[in-house]
């Protein structure tokens, strides 16, 4: 595939480039979209009043922001220093590897405004630290890093970077538009779509040459990991969830019950089959769903029939 630079106006459209956003909360407005956090609009939930539902809300921003900011710092920024230092180890062209620098400076730049947001958000600084623990996604690359022969480690941090960068999830999509929510939030999100936008063309390149490069060892281990990646990327942090609803003030048989009701298998498999069709289509469109040991994968974790 032929490298079409997405960053030719990067000096212009950049975020990095621009102010911060305005960072407005105005009351009677919500933090976040409430059908996207569990346990909201739920009978066990309103019982317990106006203050649960405000805590499950910031608990839901403070837990986006701190996923954005590992997300950026550990595994986009790494990938792209990779492909800044050696493009050629995954296939791309000489100014692909530049310009991956200019995106290192894009999530840096993410990762400063996610945190900035929940600072300033009214009472946040009142809330009570929850048990540090680490997202899901981390645990998960590290496993898969055992599993694998170690000179295939930059190439799983390619492909899940490859990934994340190229699914669209429900968050990014509707947010901006979504006139419930306050501004801080709806700004912050907005300009790091406007952003994700370029990485996004950037990163279905990589794909295609990261694949297209690859010789049979190597796209033997791809065809099945980009599976597990993807719902290693869109699975529920649902012990983070479990942690909110108790802190809220449900005994931990209620806490069950709002998280069966909200994470119903069927409900988890559609919210991910719709968040990554793109990346599925793309998995079709580069020719990896063609290899024989994909399809059973992505029927495993359940994203085709
Ligand atoms: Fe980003
Ligand atoms: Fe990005």
Not at 14 to 40: N, R, Y
């Amino acid at each position: 595939m032929q490298y079409q630079s997405p960053f030719e106006d990067w000096y212009t459209y950049s975020t990095v480039h621009k102010p911060l956003p305005d960072f407005t909360c105005e009351t009677g407005l919500v933090l976040f979209p409430p059908e996207l956090v569990p346990g909201i609009g739920h009978p066990l939930v309103d019982k317990l009043g106006d203050h649960a539902t405000r805590r499950l809300m910031m608990r839901k921003l403070e837990s986006y922001n701190a996923f954005t900011e590992k997300l950026e710092y550990k595994a986009v920024m790494a990938a792209s220093i990779k492909i800044a230092q050696n493009p050629r180890a995954f296939g791309l062209c000489e100014q692909a590897g530049r310009e991956a620098r200019l995106i290192v400076t894009d999530e840096s730049h993410h990762a400063y405004v996610a945190i900035e947001l929940i600072k300033r958000i009214p009472g946040f600084s009142e809330l009570p630290p929850l048990a540090p623990s680490q997202p899901p996604f981390l645990r998960g690359l590290e496993e898969l890093e055992k599993s694998l022969p170690a000179e295939f480690a930059d190439d799983l941090l390619i492909a899940f970077v490859a990934i994340s960068e190229t699914l669209i999830t429900s968050i990014l999509r509707g947010i901006p538009r979504d006139r419930r929510v306050v501004s801080a939030v709806r700004n912050t999100v907005r300009d790091h779509c406007i952003d994700e936008a370029r990485h996004h063309s950037y990163f279905v390149y990589v794909v295609h040459q990261h694949w297209a490069s690859s010789a049979p060892d190597r796209r033997e281990i791809l065809a099945s990991l980009y599976a597990k990646l993807i719902r290693l990327f869109l699975d529920p942090n649902i012990d983070l969830c479990r942690a909110w609803l108790l802190e809220a003030g449900l005994d931990p048989h209620d806490a069950e019950v709002v998280l069966r009701d909200y994470y119903s298998p069927e409900r988890v498999a559609a919210g991910i089959r719709a968040d990554s069709f793109p990346t599925l289509k793309l998995m079709e469109r580069v020719g990896v769903l063609d290899h024989p040991t994909a399809r059973p994968a992505f029927v495993e974790q359940k994203l085709i029939d």
